[in-house]
């Protein structure tokens, strides 16, 4: 059983997401033409059957590989194989690879078909959807980048089995966010489920993991280089990559779970929150095990904010929870952000 969400891209067409069991039909996704197949070292071990019928490239794993210089390794390996316009450029890996492919794909002779297999829960459920591209710049998330859809994104979540309690836990604090967004019934799925039983129950996995890129397809599609509404879809972030910056000691997933509670907080200090629904959310993201805090001084996240690629020289966007499952965006002075926080 498969489940196909559609994002509609600026030009019309549409990038299909695949939920279900679909990595044993991957020949029916491929187009008709060379496959370069973008990997990381964990992922071509596990799946070698896959991924050595085709040329490949494997890239070093985690956040630090995510740069530049990784991206121009791979330019260097495309210009040796032979990799024209005609080929098709596939990821098949977790937020790194997917980011780091559709990256490369983007700008290769200046622009490639691609498409990924994601092989995390955060890549199923963020990270490979919607066309956000990009790698980072002197431990600033994401600063280069583009905007552009893979033809697919294939979504099996029995990929999912072998992954490490901790990633799993980090993975879920995008579906959470997804639900403060802008699906009560998402969310309130985690009042009523253990992290236990998401991680046993496949159909119950199946439903978190597509109720999440609902949300995204709904709001990419009306705002795909992210004008306006796509910026709700930052919901966390903000604090996050703060929080990413200044400590390594936290997975991406972590860092949005804290950033989460941390707006949630300033919410209810702006008076767009109410305490009660403030409570369910910080009570989600405990019941999850996963961090509410990050135990970095505050004074250090906000001159971290200041660099962050929302903002301007005065003042930054920030995603407002208003209730679970609604959101605004507000422009904060750094100074207003200042004299609220401290």
Known sequence: ?????????SDGSFSKVVVGDVLNELADFLPDRRVVIITDANVHRRYMNIIDRHDHIVIGMGETNKTLLTVDKIYHELIELNVDRECFILGFGGGIVTDITGFVASTYMRGLRFGFI????????????????????????????TF??????????SLLATLPDREFRAGMAEIIKAGAIADPALFALFEHHTMEEF?????????AVTGAIRVKAAIVATDEQEHGERRKL????????????????FLHGEAVAIGLCMITHLAVRLG????????????????????????????????????????DTESINLVVPTGIGSCDIRRMTFEALDATIL
Do not use: W
Request: with cysteine.
């Open 272 to 311: 767009t929150l109410s305490e009660e629904d403030a409570r369910r959310i910080t009570s989600v993201i405990a019941s999850a095990g996963l961090p509410v805090d990050s135990g970095v001084d505050i004074k250090r996240l906000l001159k971290a904010l200041r660099l962050d690629k929302k903002r």
């Open 234 to 249: 930052n919901l966390g972030h903000t604090f996050a990559h703060a929080i990413e910056k200044s400590s390594s000691s």
């Open 148 to 157: 552009n859809q893979p033809d697919f994104v294939l979504c099996d979540t």
């Open 1 to 9: 059983m498969k489940e196909i969400i559609e994002v509609r891209r």
């Open 118 to 145: 994601a092989s995390t829960l955060l890549a199923q459920v963020d990270a490979s959807v919607g066309g956000k591209n990009g790698v980072n710049v002197e431990g600033y998330k994401n600063m280069v980048g």
């Open 199 to 207: 991680r046993k129950e496949k159909a119950l996995l199946t439903q």
